[in-house]
């Protein structure tokens, strides 16, 4: 059921709800089932813990037969979040970057070539601005940005000899603007980037000037909504279902046209939605972010006023109804909801360009 302008929604299976000891093959089975379009696997390792390329490559062909598109993720590649991924350097027979080329010729051999990759990592049972390795002070920021450069330099060669691209999220601790430059400098024939639609509010940016940023390298898209609610420390951000947040995806989805890929994989919620601070209010916040415009930050401050009242008129969850708790069939639902207010929104795109 692809859309008249080119994008096809799937799932990110770690965030879709599955029974005990349901695998690979079971969830692009539901996945069809539910009127999906493609799943993205959060780890290779997921279809075979052994990267065994004959189980690769049946999974392959089992999407293809279902008519789904299938991606896969590899793993942070940033050398001082290596440690926290020991089954990738185990892959390596302990040689950290073998393990991650290991990913990509695998996947290759099974016909799968649009990988996830990230920078970094974001501790959500920390409060404060170390949760976020950006603010780590064993290291700066600046020299985990120079040392990732490395390592794509260094992987660069297997990505182009087996036609891959390894595609690097707008993850929580990185901004749009570092990725891009990321990826100009490694080669936008080896490397893209996997948009991340709400992550891009808790680096300050607006999603939509976000969108427009990355739309030319852009090969993964990871998708949800945000709420934004003003705090002590200035703003946070909820998740929640496209069309339920802050995003105006009309003009999201409109600057993604320009993508290489539009293959949108809806990243659902776990038990919770992850309320995460925005400290506008925070100077080294500010001084962390040399990029950050005030435009987009305003853009911002008026996306949380017009939320806020929103949820006094009923029209939206508050941010006490967003703290609860989510069962399985909110998870689900999430997922479902998402699906069908971006394929209206991209029915109402390909109406508009028609005409």
């Known amino acids: 059921m692809t859309s008249d302008v080119g994008f096809r929604i799937g ?10 000891g349901t695998d690979a093959a079971w969830l692009l089975e539901k996945a069809a089932s539910a009127g ?18 004959g189980e690769l490559r049946a999974l392959r062909e089992q999407a293809d037969d279902l008519g789904l598109y299938l991606e896969v993720g590899a793993a942070k590649i940033n050398p001082f979040a290596a440690p926290e991924a020991p089954e990738i350097r185990a892959l390596g027979d302990g040689d950290y970057l073998t393990g991650v080329e290991r990913i990509v010729v695998a996947c290759a051999a099974a016909g799968i070539h649009e990988i996830w990759a990230a920078t970094a990592n974001y501790k959500f049972d920390l409060a404060g601005r170390l949760a976020c390795d950006r603010y780590r002070t064993d290291v700066t920021w600046n020299d985990q940005l120079r040392a990732t450069g490395k390592v794509m330099a260094e992987l660069a060669p297997v990505l182009r000899e087996h036609g891959s691209h390894l595609n690097i999220e707008t993850h929580e601790e990185i901004t749009t603007f570092e990725l891009v430059r990321l990826v100009e400098e490694g080669g936008a024939d080896a490397f893209g980037i996997t948009f991340d ?17 990355v739309a030319p390298y852009t090969r993964q898209t990871h998708v949800r909504d945000g709420a934004l609610f003003f705090t002590e420390q200035g703003l946070c951000r909820v ?7 802050v995003i105006d995806w009309p003009a999201l989805m409109t600057a993604l046209l320009d993508a290489p890929r539009k293959a949108l994989s809806i990243e659902g919620i776990m038990g919770r939605r992850f309320q995460l601070p925005i400290p506008i209010h925070d100077p080294l916040w500010h001084a962390g972010q040399p990029d950050m415009t005030t435009v987009e930050l305003a853009e911002l401050v008026r996306l949380a006023r017009g939320y806020e009242d929103a949820v006094a008129r009923g029209e939206r969850r508050s941010l006490t109804s967003l703290a609860e708790p989510a069962d399985d069939e909110e998870r689900e639902r999430f997922v479902l909801d998402s699906v069908a207010h971006l394929r209206a929104v991209a029915a109402q795109i390909g109406a508009d360009r028609a005409r």
Do not use: H, M
């Open 36 to 53: 999906l379009e493609g799943v993205f696997f959060r780890s290779a390792l997921e279809l075979s813990p052994t990267l065994d390329v």
């Open 197 to 213: 639609t709400a992550n891009v509010l808790i680096r300050g940016e607006d999603p939509v000037a976000a969108a427009r940023r």
């Open 239 to 245: 998740l929640a279902p496209c069309g339920q947040g």
């Open 11 to 20: 799932t990110d299976s770690s965030k879709f709800p599955a029974p005990a």
